[in-house]
């Protein structure tokens, strides 16, 4: 599907400031009409505002026409059992996430000219990326040994005295929409790093929020991303006990189960900001949350820019003291 | 867009090198322009009251003593007398207050007024011959009882057969360690500064080259209960039971027989005193 401006006939977006949709040629606010296409045609689809040939991966469930920047919504990776219960709409536009950057890395003095150059920024792209919510209930059971030491000095002698506790916990703990990215190109550990999401913004899924930027269905069902989720419910569980028991010189666990009961996961859209830059053949890409504007992402290093500003403030630092000491050998 | 990039961040670096380049040519520029300041003292430097030179001799030391005068700016003073002071006291206590009264009357100082100078007072009066110096400023500074001792062995070479050259061996000794305490100064700053020149620079562009290049990873912002239902938590079983105890002991090496000494440095030297209007003196003195 793609929305089209009752007004004009342009393609309407979702614009994150406004929220709402939005024509961006005649400044029309839900205006939109969604228009239904056949398509895919093997490996590619066929635009139908200017007819260009659009390749898509296996995955993708939105997409831009490179030749008229229409974006399409591919109906079936938004239905049926694609349909997400969830999305949670861009809350930060691509103005102020090009803005953020700037800010954020505005004092990297060795990072290439151009690297936020508004041409570069331009190429940002904002992607809806598919997340499994788990809801789980836990239970664990804990024991540990735990030591208290106590020292003290009585005429020639040191003494030290070690008395031995057993620690035992029983703790239930509800856990309710941990997040796992369900898109096999993003990178696991910078999706975790893009945590936490407000869920409170968390909306019921609409289509037309996915017009004006890129998209994924989920690449693998939630059962494999269980074990993910529950590493990170562990950690959590453990940081809860840790609190329980302290005033111990040390303490060495003994044995540590958790069961995880009445699961419930729910498929949801997630808001992230794209920036691709290549520098020198390689690729440095930086992830925004949409929502909280976290960034993610290792600026490259231009050789000649260290080679330029090295060379520059050892030479003027060695002329300034050169100068110094034949200014105090002329005094 | 880089090159205006590169002059914005170097501008204060650049303005640096630019005051020190000025500051280098206005130096050699004035290297040899160095003015004294204290224009209220006398411009007579030479007082022979003991009438123990010539007219042409105390001439010649007139125009040798404005001549070192610019080389090591200071005042330089020879006074003659011959008088009974030991009626008025002390010996040495005397000519050191009279030779100290002197340079603060006339108002004496190269650099200011009770400034940088060197007065010598010869008594030449029957049965208390003897002569002492009157130091202030830079030169009370720099002569300790070494230079001091240096000046007055330059005057007892000649002074029983040619007063003339002892006086003129006291002008040079005066101004010769005057002018070697300022060079070794220099000397030893200039070549430190070289150093430096050679050392610092490298390690500020390593520690500003690591400092910018350096990137800190992004960090987590989920806490441990991000996830977790609200009151969702419950202790079921908290419980801590005491099992056993065990208590060991070390006896305590000690160590005796430490001693602790300090060293006292006692310093002697530079015999500082204030003359009758206040100002701090040196210098040293010899009876014949």
Not at chain 2, 257 to 285: I, L
Request: proline share 4%; with cysteine.
């Amino acid at each position: 599907m793609i929305f089209k401006c009752k007004n004009c006939g342009g393609n309407t977006v979702y614009s994150p400031e406004k929220k709402q949709m939005h024509c961006p040629y005649c400044d029309g606010a839900e205006t939109q009409d969604r228009f239904d296409f056949p398509e895919f045609e093997g490996n590619y689809t066929i635009c139908p505002n200017c007819r260009g040939e659009i390749s898509t991966d296996v995955h993708t469930a939105s997409s831009r026409c490179p030749y008229c920047d229409t974006y399409l919504i591919f109906n079936e990776r938004v239905e049926g059992e694609y349909l997400p219960a969830y999305v949670l709409p861009f809350q930060i536009g691509k103005d102020k996430c090009k803005e953020m950057l700037k800010e954020q890395f505005k004092k990297k003095t060795f990072a290439p000219t151009d690297f936020l150059s508004e041409a570069r920024l331009e190429t940002i792209e904002g992607d809806y990326v598919p997340f499994w919510l788990f809801d789980y209930d836990s239970v664990t059971d804990f024991t540990a040994e735990g030591r208290k030491v106590r020292r003290w000095t009585s005429g020639n002698y040191q003494y030290t005295e070690t008395s031995y506790y057993e620690i035992r916990r029983n703790m239930s703990a509800g856990f309710r929409k941990v997040p796992a990215d369900a898109s096999t190109p993003m990178p696991d550990e910078v999706m975790d790093l893009m945590e936490p999401y407000d869920y409170t913004q968390l909306q019921k899924f609409e289509p037309q929020f996915l017009s004006g930027f890129m998209s994924e269905k989920f690449n693998l069902p939630a059962i494999k991303y269980v074990d993910r989720v529950k590493v990170k419910m562990q950690e959590s569980i453990d940081a809860y006990l840790k609190g329980t028991y302290t005033g111990y010189s040390s303490v060495s666990p003994l044995s540590k189960t958790t069961q995880y009961n009445n699961e419930q996961t729910h498929y949801a859209l997630l808001p992230v900001w794209v920036y691709h830059y290549e520098y020198a053949g390689k690729k440095y890409p930086f992830y925004v949350n949409g929502q909280t504007g976290k960034i993610v992402g290792k600026v490259p290093v231009s050789l000649p820019k260290v080679l330029a500003y090295g060379g520059t403030l050892w030479g003027a630092l060695a002329l300034i003291l050169v100068l110094l000491s034949f200014t105090f050998r002329f005094m | 867009m880089a090159v205006k990039q590169y002059f914005k961040y170097f501008m204060g670096l650049f303005i640096a090198l630019g005051a020190a380049l000025v500051i280098f040519i206005v130096t050699l520029l004035g290297r040899d322009s160095a003015e004294r300041s204290n224009h209220n003292a006398p411009a007579e430097r030479v007082y022979d009251y003991a009438e123990v030179l010539s007219d042409e001799e105390e001439e010649k030391l007139r125009s040798y003593i404005a001549e070192c005068e610019q080389k090591a700016r200071i005042d330089i003073i020879v006074v003659t007398i011959n008088e009974d002071v030991e009626s008025q006291g002390d010996w040495e206590s005397v000519m050191e207050a009279r030779a100290d009264d002197f340079y603060d009357h006339n108002s004496y100082g190269f650099d200011k007024v009770y400034g940088d100078g060197i007065l010598l007072l010869d008594n030449y009066f029957e049965g208390q011959m003897g002569t002492v110096t009157s130091t202030c400023g830079r030169v009370f500074e720099e002569f300790g009882y070494y230079e001091n001792e240096k000046v007055l062995d330059a005057v007892y070479n000649y002074i029983e057969t040619d007063p003339y050259r002892a006086y003129r061996a006291f002008v040079s000794t005066s101004t010769n360690l005057m002018t070697a305490s300022e060079m070794s100064v220099l000397n030893n700053l200039a070549p430190g500064l070289l150093f430096m020149a050679l050392i610092c620079p490298p390690i500020v562009t390593l520690i500003f080259g690591f400092a910018k290049v350096r990137q800190p990873k992004a960090k987590k912002t989920t806490q441990p209960g991000t996830y977790l239902a609200d009151s969702s938590v419950q202790m079921n079983v908290n419980t801590d039971t005491f099992l056993r105890e065990n208590t060991v002991s070390r006896r305590i090496e000690t160590s005796s027989g430490s001693s602790s000494s300090t060293r006292s440095r006692s310093g002697g030297g530079g015999g500082a005193r204030r003359s009758s209007s206040g100002v701090r003196h040196g210098g040293g003195s010899r009876r014949r």
